[in-house]
């Protein structure tokens, strides 16, 4: 089935910076679409990013591509978020998730099927 774990969550200050990764074993993760998604209390999980196998990126919208950077190792089976820049509201529990191998990235959680537990990321004013 494959198991991803996240790491690289933490508290941090606004105007701070930090780099989650999310390491995949148990299968082949070099082809298969990858993203990131957070949650934060009380709302919904939202796409924050994604990530072909050959690189291609899809990001939420624009003020989340200015600040944030995903990126991927396939000889680490890795998945990096980068976040700059980070503001209160970028509070929320951070999750990786592997969807199929697509030329599309989705940003509906429904078509990623393999999630890690998640890495908090605290931001404060």
């Known amino acids: 089935q494959g198991q991803l774990v996240e790491s690289g969550g933490g508290l941090v200050q606004a105007g701070d910076s930090l780099r989650l990764s999310c390491a995949a074993s148990g299968r082949t993760f070099s082809t298969a679409n990858m993203g990131w998604f957070r949650q934060a209390p009380g709302k919904e999980r939202e796409f924050v990013a994604a990530?072909?196998?050959?690189?291609?990126?899809?990001y939420a919208d624009s003020a989340v591509k200015a600040r944030f950077t995903i990126s991927r190792d396939n000889a680490k089976s890795t998945l990096y978020l980068q976040l700059n820049s980070l503001k209160p509201e970028d509070t929320a529990v951070y999750y990786c998730?592997?969807?199929?191998?697509?030329?599309?990235?989705?940003?509906?959680?429904?078509?990623?099927?393999?999630w890690g537990q998640g890495t908090q990321v605290t931001v404060s004013s």
């Open positions: 998730a592997a969807g199929g191998a697509s030329a599309y990235l989705s940003r509906s959680p429904r078509m990623y099927d393999i």
């Open positions: 990530i072909t196998g050959a690189g291609s990126t899809k």
